[in-house]
Every structure is written in structure tokens, then in C-alpha cells.
């Protein structure tokens, strides 16, 4: 028999409540309506009447070939991180699967760059893979500009890539060895049994069990690319959206356009048509991804 909690006054529970319902209106629906309004006028940057423009704001950015430039931008470096990161998540939560002598360390060590914040690995990156010194500067040695973000934008795409990769590499890992657990052994030991080496029984045995996580990380994994706070903090504090904004993503444009462009309206206008080119990528993954989700 299920137990109810009973409140003699009615204003006990919205006592209770009152203080998480004024932090999701201060941070979520005030700020929600505020983006609306600032993108169908035109907000003065220091103050006064705003003025309402329509759609005006909407041709304007979607008139801009740079505009399009950073949605192609975003929509690699979503898409190539997010499947990175899962597929190196992966490996590791495959390899980290068995009870040896000192697989609690790797597992703590493969956990441990998720803690690291998303400018802070960008900065660390722009000495390791810098190409005047290191492994970077003996190849271009022997092969001049075979490594150079700063002249490259495919390099410098690419770069950015490894560094979301890096950082998030062990948020996947997480769920993906979580999700190990639950596999019955005993279908990974008769498999074993019979012959399958560690690469097949996980094609046949493991990695089916691991769709619905699987699925849920990629739709984790493809907003986080598109508006996450370290995909901003890698972008501006490795490439700055360079070369000739090769690296220039969404999020990023974004924040330049209100804070440096001081384009407020803009700037919401963009927000809104990146919130729902996400809603787009999203129906997708539920409408044609899930179908080849089994839950059971």
C-alpha cells in the first residue's frame, strides 16, 4: 500500500518548493523569454527602447555565408567527436573489463580527464601537439607543414576534435563500463568456450547489450558538441575559431556575436536557430536511431 506525505496547510509544500521553482525561473524561463524577445528586435547594446524588426534578424544571419561556414563547422565537430569519444569510451571499457592486477588504477587514470576543465586540456594540447617542438616538430622535419593548425583549417579542426575527444573520453567510459556489468558473464564464458576471441565476443555478445547506452550517449554527446561549455573553452582557448574560421563553431560565434560584437539580438537569433537545429539532430536519433534500440 502506497504512502502519501499529507500537508495539514497548503502553503507547507509550496514553501518547499518555492526556492528550486525561483532558480529554474531566474535560470531557465526568464532567461528563455529574454532570448526570444532580443531576437525579433533590435537590442541597444548600452541601454534604451529596443525595437521590434520581425524576422529581420533571422534574414541577417541566415543571408551570411560565414553563418553557414559555422554550421557545416558544427556539425563535423559534433558528429566526428561524439562518435570519437564513444568509440574510444569504448575500447577502453572493453579493455578495463577484467579483473587483473592494477586494472583499478587504469580505470581511476582513464576517469581522471574528464575532471580537467575544457580550456585548461586546450592549453595543456597547444604545447603537446604544438608544431615547433615535440613529436609534431620531428614530422614536419622530415615532412614540411604535415602538422600546422595555425596555417591549416583542416588541421585545426582536427585538433580541436582530439582535445573534446580527450576530455570526454571518460565521461563514455563511465556508462559504457557501468553498462558492462550488466552482461551476463556467463554468455561472454560460453562464448569463450567456444572459441570467439575478445574482438568477437564483443561485436556479437557485448556491444548489442550496450545499445541502449550507446544511445543515450550519443544524444548526450551531440548536444554537448553543439552548445557545451568546453566545446566554447577549447575552441577560444586553442584556435580563437581560426584559421580563416576553420574552427569557428556555433557556441562559439555565438558568444563573440554578443560579448565582443555586442549584437545581443543577433546573437539570439542564433541561439534560437542553433536550439533548433539540436531539436532536429535529435528527433533524428529518436526516430530512426531508437528503432535498432532492443531495452530488453
Not at 575544457?118 to 615547433?132: V, Y
Not at 568477437?200 to 561549455?229: N, S
Not at 574560421?245 to 536557430?273: C, D, K, P, R, W
Amino acid at each position: 500500500m502506497d504512502k502519501r506525505s499529507v500537508f495539514k496547510s497548503v502553503w507547507l509544500p509550496i514553501l518547499f518548493a518555492a526556492p528550486q521553482m525561483l532558480l529554474v525561473f531566474l535560470f531557465f524561463y526568464w532567461p528563455a523569454v529574454a532570448v526570444l524577445r532580443w531576437a525579433f528586435t533590435l537590442e541597444p547594446p548600452f541601454g534604451g527602447n529596443a525595437e521590434f524588426v520581425g524576422f529581420a534578424n533571422f534574414v541577417e544571419v541566415l543571408t551570411n555565408p560565414l553563418y553557414w561556414n559555422s554550421v557545416m563547422v558544427s556539425v563535423i565537430f559534433a558528429l566526428a567527436g561524439t562518435l570519437t569519444t564513444i568509440f574510444i569510451g569504448l575500447v577502453l571499457a572493453l579493455a578495463a573489463d577484467r579483473q587483473l592486477p592494477g586494472s583499478g588504477l587504469f580505470r581511476f587514470l582513464y576517469i581522471l580527464p574528464y575532471a580537467i576543465a575544457g580550456p585548461a586540456a586546450g592549453m595543456a594540447f597547444r604545447f603537446i601537439l604544438s608544431p615547433e617542438r615535440g613529436i609534431a616538430a620531428s614530422l614536419n622535419a622530415m615532412w614540411p607543414d604535415f602538422w600546422n593548425p595555425a596555417k591549416y583549417g583542416s588541421h585545426a579542426l582536427i585538433f580541436v576534435i582530439i582535445i573534446f575527444a580527450w576530455k570526454w573520453a571518460g565521461y563514455t567510459f563511465i556508462f559504457l563500463f557501468a553498462g558492462l556489468q550488466s552482461v551476463p558473464k556467463a554468455l561472454t564464458e560460453a562464448a569463450a568456450m567456444d572459441g570467439s576471441g575478445p574482438i568477437r565476443r564483443a561485436i556479437d555478445i557485448q556491444v548489442p547489450l550496450l545499445a541502449p547506452t550507446l544511445f543515450f550517449l550519443l544524444v548526450i554527446m551531440m548536444t554537448e558538441g553543439f552548445v557545451g561549455a568546453d566545446t566554447f573553452g577549447i575552441v577560444h582557448r586553442t584556435t580563437n575559431g581560426g584559421p580563416n574560421h576553420a574552427t569557428e563553431v556555433m557556441v562559439f560565434g555565438i558568444v563573440n556575436e554578443a560579448f565582443q560584437g555586442l549584437n545581443y539580438s543577433g546573437a539570439a537569433a542564433q541561439s534560437i536557430i542553433l536550439i533548433g537545429l539540436i531539436m532536429v539532430f535529435t528527433f533524428i536519433q529518436f526516430r530512426f536511431v531508437e528503432r535498432r534500440v532492443h531495452y530488453k
